[in-house]
């Protein structure tokens, strides 16, 4: 399929009456889109409140907002195929912190962008909550450094948690 402009296009899923949920851990399902704005810096960011897991050990739910934002390079994540993609963890095991690292290397892999982060706000099990941050900035530009400075003092400031 291609654009207005004549650039190859890979959407198939926005739109589709016929949507197939992935029942288990679905990288596949990403599709990108071809930044219009390649020579802007600009964020893009997405709040997935309702985002699930399974704790590989217990095979209970873990319930989280994930928040990813990313500095886009020529290529843009679907936003429907985003939400198929973090919809397939639902039955998929694996711990916090790792899920916040595939969500990341997996988009890093889908876009190259310039800059990405990933933030789990995961509820309370056990009486405690975890939140594992991972972020990724382009080797040999700006953005590398941005990441290291922001991996820094990414909690500097923490929200009130007063909704979990």
Known sequence: MENQRGQEQSITLLGSQNTRYPDNYAPEVLETF???HPDNDYFVKFNCPEFTSLCPITGQPDFAN???SYVPQEKMVESKSLKLYLFS???HGDFHEDCV???MKDLI???EPKYIEVWGKFTPRGGISIDP???YGKPGTP???VAKT???QHDMYPERVDNR
Do not use: A, Q, T
């Open 34 to 36: 071809i930044n219009k």
């Open 89 to 91: 963890f639902r039955n």
């Open 109 to 111: 892999h889908l876009m």
């Open 143 to 145: 953005w590398e450094d």
């Open 133 to 135: 941050y991972c972020n």
């Open 66 to 68: 994930i928040v990813i």
């Open 101 to 103: 690292n595939i969500i």
């Open 150 to 152: 922001r991996l820094f």
